[in-house]
Antibody
Framework: EVQLLESGGDLVQPGGSLRLSCAASGFTLSSHAMSWVRQTPGKGLEWVSAMSGGGASTYYADSVKGRFTISRDTSKSTLYLQMNSLRAEDTAVYYC??????????????WGQGTLVTVSS | DIQMTQSPSSLSASVGDRVTITCRASQDISNYLAWYQQKPGKVPKLLIYAASTLQSGVPSRFSGSGSGTDFTLTISSLQPEDVASYYCQKYNSAPGTFGQGTKVEIK
């Protein structure tokens, strides 16, 4: 059974840093592209970042480029999102999502339960 | 980047009504479009991919159509369990932009 379990969400001050983790099970991380998607409370979905199954390609939304870094540890079957220079507008529930294939030219077939990041002083 | 525009942003319909949600892409995305359903307090769930292919286990009252820039999600007979927000997403290239969502309620 495919499972994605996010962790690391917390309350952080503006300008601070946080690292989110997504523990994957039931499949091989390197066989699927993975993504982070966020949702501001009561609002819509925003695609944040993605990594290809091979791990060589990454992509970022303009809103987080230069501040966020996606990475993974295949030995731990875990995807990460390092978030630096956090802003109030980064406050959201962050979801880890699996692409159907090894590239991001597909849809999301599995989602995690999400982890809440709150940026506030 | 390609923008995705959904309409309406919300709707209220009676049980048994036919409901249609529209999604428009700012550029041609062929059929690289998915629809997701998010019930209150829940995680998004894939309904339709490739614009018109129903995901396994999704009730047949849901259908999708369109290609290029204009797409629709139709619920043929609205049920109480269909109360949710619905999002389209394009995936022909990164970023995988979502529409702003349509909230469906029962009248």
């Amino acid at each position: 059974e495919v499972q994605l379990l996010e962790s690391g969400g917390d309350l952080v001050q503006p300008g601070g840093s946080l690292r989110l983790s997504c523990a994957a099970s039931g499949f091989t991380l390197s066989s699927h592209a993975m993504s982070w998607v966020r949702q501001t409370p009561g609002k819509g979905l925003e695609w944040v970042s993605a990594m290809s199954g091979g791990g060589a390609s990454t992509y970022y939304a303009d809103s987080v480029k230069g501040r966020f870094t996606i990475s993974r540890d295949t030995s731990k079957s875990t995807l990460y999102l390092q978030m630096n220079s956090l802003r109030a507008e980064d406050t959201a529930v962050y979801y880890c999502a699996r692409y159907y294939s090894s590239t991001w030219y597909h849809y999301f077939d599995y989602w995690g339960q999400g982890t809440l990041v709150t940026v506030s002083s | 980047d390609i923008q995705m525009t959904q309409s309406p942003s919300s709707l209220s319909a009676s049980v048994g009504d036919r409901v249609t949600i529209t999604c428009r892409a700012s550029q041609d995305i062929s059929n690289y479009l998915a629809w997701y359903q998010q019930k209150p307090g829940k995680v998004p769930k894939l309904l339709i991919y490739a614009a018109s292919t129903l995901q396994s286990g999704v009730p047949s009252r849901f259908s999708g159509s369109g290609s290029g820039t204009d797409f629709t999600l139709t619920i043929s007979s609205l049920q109480p369990e269909d109360v949710a927000s619905y999002y389209c997403q394009k995936y022909n290239s990164a970023p995988g932009t979502f529409g702003q969502g349509t909230k469906v309620e029962i009248k």
